[in-house]
């Protein structure tokens, strides 16, 4: 079975610039979760979707992040603008119910802004 | 109070030996909970689920303990593959069901 794909793998931007990740989840898994990761923490919740709705984004910076999933498959992220803070590495995962369970996470995107 | 704590380590302990890990959460609706693994540079991965009565996975034992507020996992006979930072998950009740991760805590296991 395919796990969680995320891309890019790395990126690297200047302050002001915008950048996007893209994750597909698991198929057939109905929840879909965006972690920032900052170095020497734990992966902090910025978003959860269920299907294609929005169960929990009330840690997301609104001003300068935003998420989709459309049609309740992919999703992106994006930061517009960046900041330096943003650095981190982002992680997407999923899980089969539509409840918070056992999550399977991607790689995860490592942001470097400069 | 952070609503997930963990000691952040590093816990250095030799090959066979035994170590436990705490987790404290703040919300005592918290419903469920989970250990994952992370080793270094890579994605978190599920170790195992926490039940109410306690589980055991092989030489990971999991713990809760509701009226404490706290879950325990233990190691016994620790390996060198068993380097790595271990997090916790807590995740409340009720319809938002707000997942949390701690901190991590980091282990490392001596030749």
Redesign the interface.
């Given at each position: 079975e395919a796990g969680v794909a995320q891309s890019p793998r790395y990126k690297i931007i200047e302050k002001r610039q915008s950048v996007a990740f893209w994750c597909n989840p698991i198929s057939g898994h109905a929840t879909l979760y965006w972690y920032q990761q900052i170095l020497g923490q734990g992966p902090k919740l910025l978003i959860q979707f269920q299907n294609n709705g929005v169960v929990d984004d009330s840690q997301l910076p609104k001003d300068r992040f935003s998420a989709e999933r459309l049609k309740g498959v992919d999703s992106t992220l994006k930061i517009q603008p960046a900041k330096l803070e943003d650095s981190a590495v982002y992680l997407c995962a999923s899980s089969e119910g539509t409840v918070p369970s056992k999550q399977y996470f991607g790689p995860g995107t490592r942001l470097t802004v400069t | 109070r952070k609503e997930?704590e963990?000691d952040p380590g590093p816990f250095n302990v030799p090959e066979g030996a035994t170590v436990a890990f705490n987790c404290t959460y703040s919300n005592s609706a918290s419903q469920?909970f989970?250990w994952y693994r992370q080793d270094c540079r890579?994605?978190?991965?599920?170790l195992m689920?926490v039940y109410s009565s306690g589980n055991e996975d092989g030489r990971f034992t999991a713990q809760l303990n509701r009226a404490s507020q706290y879950i325990s996992l233990l190691i016994r006979d620790s390996k060198l593959s068993d380097s790595a930072t271990y997090?916790c998950v807590v995740?409340s009740s009720g319809s938002?069901?707000?997942?949390?991760?701690?901190?991590?805590t980091q282990l490392t296991v001596l030749p």
């Amino acid at each position: 079975e395919a796990g969680v794909a995320q891309s890019p793998r790395y990126k690297i931007i200047e302050k002001r610039q915008s950048v996007a990740f893209w994750c597909n989840p698991i198929s057939g898994h109905a929840t879909l979760y965006w972690y920032q990761q900052i170095l020497g923490q734990g992966p902090k919740l910025l978003i959860q979707f269920q299907n294609n709705g929005v169960v929990d984004d009330s840690q997301l910076p609104k001003d300068r992040f935003s998420a989709e999933r459309l049609k309740g498959v992919d999703s992106t992220l994006k930061i517009q603008p960046a900041k330096l803070e943003d650095s981190a590495v982002y992680l997407c995962a999923s899980s089969e119910g539509t409840v918070p369970s056992k999550q399977y996470f991607g790689p995860g995107t490592r942001l470097t802004v400069t | 109070r952070k609503e997930v704590e963990q000691d952040p380590g590093p816990f250095n302990v030799p090959e066979g030996a035994t170590v436990a890990f705490n987790c404290t959460y703040s919300n005592s609706a918290s419903q469920s909970f989970f250990w994952y693994r992370q080793d270094c540079r890579k994605e978190p991965k599920l170790l195992m689920s926490v039940y109410s009565s306690g589980n055991e996975d092989g030489r990971f034992t999991a713990q809760l303990n509701r009226a404490s507020q706290y879950i325990s996992l233990l190691i016994r006979d620790s390996k060198l593959s068993d380097s790595a930072t271990y997090l916790c998950v807590v995740i409340s009740s009720g319809s938002a069901r707000q997942l949390t991760f701690g901190s991590g805590t980091q282990l490392t296991v001596l030749p």
